[in-house]
């Protein structure tokens, strides 16, 4: 994790990550719950991974979809193994009821996480105002907690630089942001945020965001190996034809193969994930998803993952 020096925080060190992060996936067993066995023996593995950090409850990690008794046991299960093997770790607490989001923000600070993400609430769309208002009370229950805020493409308000500039003038601690890229035009606003900000952009677009100004990854790339992902970021810097080259093909990829039965069965974004870390198969995560939801078959991820393996063999 890197530490860069936040103007809007005097000349106080703000630690903020940068590098390709891996979502920790939930395990489902036979009888659709969570397999907390198994939960225990993937966090292991990522932990051992070339991954800068590991992240809780993003959309591939089901936040939507986990009581809260689930999100502490989830929560108090990585920070222990992180805690222990060294790896660098963010917790998501975000949540479509925002006090219930402040509340689970206010348990895991103990937790000494790298950093938080959180998304603006998202049911009914707040104002600027209310927006401001929420950042501001998620400030305060982090204390010194760094934050990173999650505005996905389908967030109900998404948000322009200039809107999280505005966020931060009331949470010095928000030190990145989860987005989804940009055009050339898109990266020169970025590079405008001063240098004690990450913008992290999807895993399948890093070669072209890595010399525009994105600071790293929570990488879809990385469900389908972890270490692939790395390598391909390391790659940007020592080759960077070569590194534009894979993302082509990873792009191809993901049309041909993985978007299709995005509109052919209506698999969600956390059910594409869950069976790209099934096709990568190095850990013990299947493509199952939380009740009521979707998921891929047996079948999918057979084709998957020969596909991946024909079509982007650097990445195992």
Sequence with gaps: MSVEVDSNAGNTAVPRPGGIWGAVLLPIDFNGEIDWAALTEEIEILCESDLAGIYTNGSAGEFHNQTEAEFDRISETVSSIAGRTGKN???????TNPRVARQRLERVVSFRPNAVQFTLPDWWPPT?????RFVEGMQIAAQDTPLVIYNPPHAKVRLSFEQISKLRT???????????????SWYTARRNLDSGFSVFVPGHSVAFGRPNGADGSYSNV?????????????MIE???????????????????????????????????DKLLAAAGNWGPVGPILLWPYSSATNDDVIT?????????????
């Design 238 to 272: 020592s080759d960077p034809v070569g590194a534009n080259e894979i993302e082509t093909r990873i792009v191809n990829f993901f049309t041909e193969f993985v978007l299709p039965l995005a509109r052919k069965d209506g698999l969600s974004d956390p059910a594409l």
């Design 170 to 184: 009331v949470a010095p601690g928000l030190v990145g942001a989860k987005l989804p890229g940009g055009d050339a």
């Design 128 to 132: 600027d105002v209310e927006a401001l």
């Design 89 to 95: 770790f963010q917790i998501g607490v975000s949540c």
């Design 304 to 316: 998957i993952r020969q596909a991946a393996l024909q079509a982007l063999p650097e990445l195992f």
């Design 222 to 234: 990385a469900c389908l190996s972890p270490n692939g992902a790395v390598r391909l970021w390391d």
